[in-house]
């Protein structure tokens, strides 16, 4: 009934036009109306502002889901969804960047690492910023980039992996934890400056957390220890990640540059 209410006054205002233009018209009208109509119920907002094109905004929020469906009631982050962008990241060449916002309770394991993996060894700039939590498997995922930052109230749990489901009391279950456990550890220690020692102190902390074993670390705590670089929000972050990029393609012209000369 829209369409053809603003196809009659189309016709009244200009009579020259084509029924078929009136109509494309319309559409288009329509299709802009839906748009923002979809914006304002997805965002609360019908103006989404625009970003650069040459950097790339990934968030990890809520409940990391790995190979097994999260409950409906979590917010989660599903690794299918976040490996092919970050593959896409690296293959694009428009890209030139990318900022990593955590606010994770943590997860599964093996897609935990398996996302950190690919942040660490993209051939770009990458930051990572902690905002609210960085927690469990967190903790590698805000390690991965090449800076890190972690907002002054932000929190990051360290704490000994978990196995839900059937756990079978032999000394082979227990090898497999210490190996998944060793699998976290050293990716944390490859990726941060904090000390083996003191981070094997904090995962096993039986004074801090009082059903629990581990460490809570709140914003400045964790840069002290060597785990984040710096404490800051999101205008250091964009700030750190465009001075990286501009690092990057002097670094390349500079070696452009020689190997002509040569």
Same mark, same amino acid.
């Given at each position: ?36 109509? %979809?914006?304002?119920?997805? #965002?609360? !907002? ?8 040459? $950097?790339?905004?990934? *968030? =990890? ?74 927690? %469990?498997?967190?903790?590698? #995922?805000? !390690? ?8 002054? $109230?932000?929190?990051? *749990? =360290? ?40 981070f094997l102190q904090l995962m096993n902390s039986t004074d801090e957390l009082a059903n629990d074993i581990g460490t809570i670390l709140i914003g400045k705590e964790a840069v002290d220890l060597g785990l984040i670089n710096e404490v800051g ?17 002097? $670094?390349?012209?500079?070696? =452009? ?6």
């Amino acid at each position: 009934m829209r369409n053809d209410f603003m196809d009659r006054q189309y016709r009244e205002l200009y009579p020259s036009l084509g029924s078929s233009k009136l109509q494309q018209e319309s559409e288009e009208i329509g299709n802009k109306e839906n748009l923002s109509l %979809s914006t304002i119920q997805t #965002l609360g !907002t019908n103006n989404v502002p625009r970003k650069e094109e040459n $950097t790339h905004i990934l *968030t =990890i929020i809520g409940h990391i889901e790995g190979h097994m469906v999260a409950p409906p009631q979590n917010k989660s982050t599903k690794y299918e969804h976040i490996i092919p962008q970050l593959v896409a990241i690296e293959d694009n060449p428009n890209i030139e960047g990318l900022l990593v916002i955590l606010n994770t309770v943590g997860g599964d394991v093996e897609a935990g690492l398996a996302i950190s993996e690919l942040i660490y060894s993209l051939s770009k700039p990458k930051v990572t910023l902690v905002l609210g939590g960085g927690h %469990s498997i967190g903790v590698p #995922l805000a !390690t991965a980039g090449d800076y890190s930052f972690i907002a002054p $109230t932000a929190t990051m *749990t =360290i704490h000994p992996i978990r196995m839900n489901g059937l756990v079978i009391g032999v000394p082979q279950t227990f090898n497999y934890f210490k190996k998944m456990q060793d699998r976290i550890v050293d990716f944390v220690l490859r990726s941060s400056s904090i000390e083996k020692d003191t981070f094997l102190q904090l995962m096993n902390s039986t004074d801090e957390l009082a059903n629990d074993i581990g460490t809570i670390l709140i914003g400045k705590e964790a840069v002290d220890l060597g785990l984040i670089n710096e404490v800051g929000g999101l205008d250091k972050a964009m700030s750190k990640l465009k001075e990286l990029i501009r690092l990057t393609k002097k $670094t390349e012209e500079e070696h =452009i540059t020689s190997t002509s000369l040569q």
